[in-house]
């Protein structure tokens, strides 16, 4: 059976034994969203009030978006949310848009045209946030971080443009999220507009130094006692945020469903109905899992691209075969993120992580455990010698990993839950 799978902004043909392979989230897409539906749901929001009723003129507003490494439909939303803003009375200049980027890299001015249409990017103020530099943060010539207390001993800094802003509204996708959870909501003021060692105090919650192990109740689809879900609300509760946008959107990025309201109310709703409609229980674990992270954004590097890993590591036998399908057009996602696997194993990565905590350096331990666990080939453009020294064959084609083997497809790679 040949079969598409994307790679990039582009896609690659495989064949693969259609009698003992299954294809997994191949669901029918919900119908897509037009205007007069957004705006429809944009009246009905989730405990709150309406946008309207929230928002005065003369009062500024500031929308929190997500960088390019997501799909989330924030061009449609921001343009319906700017047009009723203004309807309401509020002048282009008291509205600004600032990207999420977390300890991501900056939002390109390619990216950002494409993020929120032309017309919103010539006609309303973008900044950029950075989670290390103080001095230039979102334009600002001092102090960018407000402080509001502590979290796992370290403090709590956000992006001041939060606190300055009389309203804040997050728009944001909601999908899977390896240990957070789920994306969106809370994740665009935590991580998204916090500073490097907020995103570290938080994000470390996710691994359990005394096991050397991921922590227990941490992953994908999990909230309740979920710790790092947990510190990303408590640090976004700082925020008076006003109104969320969540969306869920189909396989290109188009909007199929809007849950909007309450910051928090709102994105439980959303990731609830993500969760009903992504869930595939698996009758058994096969012994070759074949997944693609879904093309561009989600293979961009491959810290990106580990998530699609982590998802297939849920339906292969241990000892198996997992062929990844990642380009990483953009690399690793990191320049020093080889530095994690010269500790020759998970269990070395583990100490040094003990030693010096640091983000990507959980995403290299998760990488490198899988690796040990499983026989991971990926067909990508990294070189051999960096997928070498993850751990990691590269290689050009299935070859003959499927012979005689059953096993799974998964062409979205984390945007499924796999029990």
Known sequence: ????????????????????????????????????????????????????????PGESVLIVVPDATRLTACDSIVNLLVRRLIANGTMPYEISVIFATGIHRAVTTEEK????????FQRIKTLDHSSRDLMRSAGFESKVFAGFG?????????NRILVESDHVIIVGGVTFHYFAGFTGGRKLICPGLASARTIAATHRLAFDFEKRARRDGVGPGKLDG????????????????AFAVNTIVNDVGE?????????????????????????????????????SCG????????????????AASRACNEGGTIILVAE???????????????????????????????????????????????????????????TSL??????????????????????FGSKYLLK
């Open 295 to 310: 093309g561009a954004p989600f293979d961009l590097n491959m810290i990106q691209a580990h998530k699609a890993l982590d």
């Open 255 to 291: 909007p199929t469903e809007i849950h909007c309201g309450d910051w928090q109310k709102s994105h439980l709703a959303a990731c609830a109905s993500f969760a009903e409609s992504h869930s595939i229980t698996l009758s058994e674990k096969r012994d070759v899992v074949i997944v």
């Open 113 to 120: 045209r494409r993020l929120l249409t032309p017309f919103i």
């Open 226 to 241: 979920n710790a790092v879900h947990e510190a990303f609300v408590e640090v976004a509760s700082n925020v008076r945020t």
């Open 390 to 411: 993850m751990g990691l064959k590269k290689v050009d084609s299935l070859g003959g990993s499927t012979a005689g083997r059953s096993g799974y497809v998964l062409p």
């Open 150 to 158: 502590e979290i796992n001993g370290e403090p709590v800094e956000l």
């Open 328 to 386: 990483c057009a953009e690399g690793l996602g990191r320049s020093d993120f080889l530095k994690w696997f010269k500790a020759g194993s998970s269990e070395g990565i583990a100490e040094m992580l003990c030693e010096s905590y640091e983000v990507n350096g959980q995403t290299a331990w998760s990488i490198s455990d899988k690796a040990e666990r499983f026989d991971i080939r990926v067909m990508t453009s990294l070189g051999p010698e960096e």
């Open 1 to 56: 059976m040949q079969f598409s799978l994307r790679y990039g902004i582009s896609q690659i043909q495989v064949e693969i034994p259609g009698d003992r392979f299954e294809i997994l989230g191949t669901r029918p897409e919900a119908p897509v969203l037009n205007d007069a539906a957004i705006g429809k749901r944009l009246d009905r929001p989730i405990g709150s009030q309406s946008l309207e009723d929230l928002i005065n």
